[in-house]
């Protein structure tokens, strides 16, 4: 099993094709669920150029920093190969 690490959520770059997924209403939603305690999936990461990349989990991350989370449980995966 992959071991999850606390990712700083500032040091969270997301790429612009994400971004165009956003969906506010799942941010809400999932915002929510943390609010409540509800324990969530860990977003995956890569790393990148002193910062992390976004590969999964862009509503989880968008509603920590809408609750102003400073870290947020996450697993680092190796870059996909082109």
């Not at 971004?19 to 799942?26: A, M, N, V």
């Not at 809400?28 to 590969?55: N, T």
């Amino acid at each position: 099993m992959l071991k999850t690490v606390p990712i700083k959520v500032d040091e969270i770059y997301v790429p612009t094709a994400l971004r165009k997924e956003l969906d506010e209403d799942k941010t809400a939603q999932a915002a929510e669920d943390m609010m409540e305690g509800e324990e969530a999936k860990p977003i995956q990461v890569r790393q990148g150029k002193g910062r992390y990349v976004l590969v999964k989990g862009l509503h989880r991350v968008e509603a920590a920093k809408a609750l102003g989370e400073e870290t947020i449980e996450g697993i680092i995966v190796a870059a996909r190969k082109h």
